[in-house]
């Protein structure tokens, strides 16, 4: 992994149709533009090159979400909601929720569970232009035992080779990752506790194993302490939560954590703006140990990328900010706040060569924002122009406030 580029002071990007073609300080990008438009004056008799100015604004690589839920509504029951909808209904509110997310200036979201295929559908209809929103990248329907966390959603399975057989149905519905309910979560009434594994080592080896056979990456839910170190051990590209939940409280295994800094497992915390109300929620000590774990995986080297776990209760969409607090709350300098949310998470869902960062080849995934976030993260809030995969996008909604 190579560290975010230093900001520029007076810099510029040059587009041509889906890509970045130059980016740095804008005499140097100038000079380029002059020299394509020679070219094409050249080439056609017109030059065709935009020029956009945002004289106070900073330009950024657009946001990308490591852990969005686009089938839940963020609401108190994100259940019954869902269950209540049918599918055409549901793929609609999607699509709104897509475009909160783009509006907020992210490009670039994965999607760790939804039912029924909708992602795969509403992926390929913003790739094609026909809607707009980020790109996403879908999970399908998360695994999970019969009855366990989130059943809902489609992916029951059990055994070895019941959820490999899960992992070739997703895969063949046109899943870009596989989703594994390693622990169980709160979501789910009836299922395993959040500290108690729903799968065993072999189970969870399997799915890997199935999922490296059609190349598909692999992230898992855990909350659990034994879920995080059998999900480690089988070999997970993404750990979702890492909560480190034992039987009697918080439980961080230093064998894990530097089983997970050694393998370069991503961890997403996927922790919503709902950190704010954990103190009351958890108790003010559980939740300085729990978010205070943040900093001390970083400083072990734990690779962490930011993700929102936007659709569960309470976390909207769009407010990708209140999210990132988290990070400043616990002491990470505001450059590696960003790093977390555009080229970490870019590399935590496979994407560091394509997006993520201002660099030539990549794909035009930007975003402008009003003042520095460099200095304060609320300028994130200040969406001026969001540009998705070459597509222009100006906000109709500001992102949600805090
Ligand atoms: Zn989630």
Request: aromatic fraction near 4%.
């Amino acid at each position: 992994m190579d560290a975010a580029l230093p900001p520029i002071e007076d810099g510029a990007v040059l587009v041509a149709g889906r890509r970045v073609v130059a980016a740095g300080p804008a005499t140097l990008v100038e000079a380029q533009v002059e020299a394509q438009v020679d070219a094409q004056v050249q080439a056609s008799g017109g030059s065709g090159v935009r020029r956009l100015d945002h004289p106070g604004a900073t330009l950024l690589p657009g946001l990308v979400d490591c852990h969005v839920h686009l089938a839940f509504d963020a609401g108190a029951d994100v259940v019954a909601t869902l269950r209540a909808v049918d599918d055409d209904t549901l793929l609609d509110r999607m699509a709104g929720r897509a475009r909160a997310l783009l509006d907020a200036g992210v490009t670039t979201v994965r999607d760790l569970g939804d039912r029924g295929g909708l992602a795969v559908r509403l992926r390929d209809a913003i790739a094609a232009g026909a809607v707009p929103g980020p790109r996403i990248l879908t999970a399908t329907a998360p695994i999970t035992p019969p009855g366990g966390h989130c059943w809902f959603l489609g992916g029951e399975a059990a055994g070895e080779d019941g959820v490999r057989e899960r992992v070739r149905a997703n895969a063949a519905a046109g899943a870009d990752v596989i989703k594994v309910m390693a622990s169980g979560g709160h979501l789910t009434p009836g299922g395993a506790a959040m500290n108690e594994s729903q799968f065993g080592l072999a189970e969870l080896r399997a799915i890997v194993a199935e999922a490296r056979r059609h190349g598909l990456p692999v992230a898992a839910h855990a909350h659990g302490t034994d879920a995080i170190a059998d999900a480690v051990a089988a070999g997970v590209d993404t750990v979702e939560h890492c909560t480190w939940l034992g039987r009697a409280g918080v439980d961080v295994r230093p064998d894990v954590v530097t089983a997970l800094a050694r393998s370069g497992t991503w961890v997403c915390p996927a922790l919503s703006r709902n950190w704010k109300g954990f103190g009351p929620r958890f108790g003010e000590e559980l939740t300085a140990h729990l978010l205070g774990e943040l900093a001390r995986a970083d400083a072990a080297g734990v690779r962490l990328a930011a993700g929102t776990d936007s659709g569960i209760p309470g976390a909207v969409f769009g407010d990708y900010v209140g999210a990132l607090e988290v990070f400043e709350h616990v002491g990470f300098p505001l450059p590696r706040v960003l790093e977390l949310a555009t080229s970490a998470a870019a590399e935590a869902v496979g994407l560091g060569g394509r997006t993520g960062r201002l660099r030539p080849g990549h794909d035009a995934d930007l975003l402008v924002v009003g003042g520095d976030p460099l200095t304060d993260l609320r300028a994130l809030r200040d969406v001026r122009l969001v540009v998705a995969r070459g597509r222009p996008h100006v906000p109709v909604t500001a992102p949600a406030g805090p």
